[in-house]
């Protein structure tokens, strides 16, 4: 009999594709992104703070053994004091405990940690695939709870994380459930049966948690231009379009209501040519020197470190800034503290530093803008100077939605799309280690938790430093390229 787990389950009733991915990676998979690991890590950190609420508890480790972790763990439930990861099977279904808590009479309270502020449906789904086998193994457990990241928490430090989950007792709720259960197990089994299950994508493919393998499940068809590059055009608009044989944008009925950007983008992308407006360009242009372009960085930690702060807030760490002082005149000047105190009085010191008083501040999107209030919220004594650099902010990317449209940016202005459709290959971000913002975050957090060696620091924060100069730069470049471009 096929031997599972409680998220392999949760990937059968999300996908069975994804399920036999689980139990069969497909070629040339090499395992969880850096995102997804960045994921993982902020559960494992998130498990420690929960264990670290309930002192004499003991941590079932073992995780290659697993025969020896569940033997381990029946035999300290003679004891009653808390188990973490507590190992125990039933009927070929192997689950790990995020709490086991000993209660009056020797009974037991599961506790499900999420690293979650929200609490999802599916989460029931966890606690009773738990729930189910510990009853099955013969564990005495009477109530089932779920401990979700308590967005309120305002960490006051000494390590005290207390009040940092909310606790909610779904015993009821998970006892509804226990009969579906071995329905799960038999869907999840049979849909394995006889090779990979044939499914089409859709909205199961980010319903429960976003499939890692998403790239191995092609449409059935090659489409040229398909309805997904129209902005703001809902996951459940497409599906009721393919629902009726509407896959590229040239099968889109005449009257099919679009808002007028759709119908821009639509334009632009089949006729193949490029738009810049004639106000864009005159907008860019009449930017007054010197001008700064500006990029943040910013790490959120599920548990917080720093005094002051809540679960998952933002906090900047590092800037880069292409000061040009005249055309063909530029300076690059940068800012990152990763060594674990609270990086943002010096960020805005040095920030403040270099941005002066007067010339026109570019970023792209107005998250610099929240950064910077959010700053000014938390160290009052610069309110004035950030109020004074937020009025001279200039959104790059509010500009180019305004006036600039391009084929090969397939209805997105984020930079990843806009860059290589109008500077190319030469600006990619795929030569650069660290392509992307989340993956920033993540080595930002391990640099700031000290989880690495001396001599990857060195190299991870020159990673960092490359990523976001590149940001700036390619800003910079794609200023010059607009107000001498010839297109219309």
Known sequence: MLRLSKSKIISGLQCPRKLWFDLNPPEGWQGPDESLQFLFSQGH??????????????????????????????????????????????????????????????????????????????????????????????????????????????????????????????????KNLLWEVPCWLEWCRRAVEEGPPEVVPGGQCEEFYACPYQGYCGEEEEVEFPISFLPRLSRKKIEELNARGIRDLRELPEDYPLSERQKWVKEVILSGKVYVSDDLQRKLSSLPYPRYYLDFETLKLAVPIWKGTRPYEM??????????????????????????????????????????????????????????????DFLPFYQEKVKAVCTRLEDLCEILRKGYCHPKMEGSWSLKKVVPALLGEEFSYESLEIKEGTLAEAVGVALTLNEVSEEERTRHISLLKKYCRHDTEVMLEIVKRLVNSDDK
């Open 315 to 376: 906090i900047p760490f590092q800037w880069s800034c292409h000061v040009e002082e005249a055309p063909g005149c530029v300076y690059h000047y940068d800012f990152v503290k990763v060594d674990g105190e609270d990086p943002r009085r010096n960020f805005i010191e040095s920030l403040l530093d270099v941005l002066g008083e007067e010339g026109p501040v570019i970023v792209y999107t107005n998250f610099e803008e929240r950064m910077l209030k959010s700053i000014a």
């Open 45 to 174: 950190r998130v498990g420690e703070a929960a264990q670290g609420l309930f002192p004499g508890g003991t941590l079932i480790e073992h995780f290659d053994d697993l025969e020896k972790a569940q033997e381990l763990s029946r035999l300290l439930l003679r004891e009653p004091k808390p188990l973490f990861e507590a190992a125990f099977s039933y009927q070929d279904v192997l689950v790990r405990t995020d709490l086991l808590l000993p209660e009056e009479g020797g009974n037991y309270r599961l506790v499900e940690v999420k690293a979650s502020v929200d609490l999802k449906a599916h989460y029931l789904l966890d606690c009773a695939i738990q729930y189910w086998v510990l009853r099955g193994a013969g564990v005495p457990v009477r109530r089932a709870e779920l401990a979700h990241i308590n967005k309120e928490f305002i960490y006051q430090g000494d390590g005290d994380y207390r009040g940092l989950f909310n606790f909610l007792d779904v015993t009821d709720r998970v």
